[in-house]
Nanobody, 120 residues
Framework: QVQLVESGGGLVQPGASLNLSCVMSGRTSSNYVMGWFRQAPGKEREVVARISRRGDLTYYADSVKGRFAISRDEAQNTVYLQMNSLKPEDTATYYC?????????????WGQGTQVTVSS
């Protein structure tokens, strides 16, 4: 059974940085595509970034390009989301997601979410 556990959220000021982590247990993460989604109050959940199984392909939402970076460490079974130059509109619950081999719509596996609040 795949389990995803996120950490690293918090309350920061605009312009600050955060690094989210998502640890997969129960399976070897190298067989899974992984990514980050977010959901703000009153809005639909949206994809933020995704990374291929080997980590050689990435995708970013236009709203975070140039500010966020997704990466993965297979030795740690972990995927990261480095978030720089945070804006108030980045405030949301951030969810880690994964699928075996290829993405499904919606993804099959989700973490419980970690809150990111950007406010002065």
């Amino acid at each position: 059974q795949v389990q995803l556990v996120e950490s690293g959220g918090g309350l920061v000021q605009p312009g600050a940085s955060l690094n989210l982590s998502c640890v997969m247990s129960g399976r070897t993460s190298s067989n899974y595509v992984m990514g980050w989604f977010r959901q703000a109050p009153g809005k639909e959940r949206e994809v933020v970034a995704r990374i291929s199984r080997r980590g050689d392909l990435t995708y970013y939402a236009d709203s975070v390009k140039g500010r966020f970076a997704i990466s993965r460490d297979e030795a740690q079974n972990t995927v990261y989301l480095q978030m720089n130059s945070l804006k108030p509109e980045d405030t949301a619950t951030y969810y880690c997601a994964a699928d075996l081999l290829v993405w499904k719509a919606p993804p099959n596996y989700w973490g419980q979410g970690t809150q990111v609040t950007v406010s002065s």
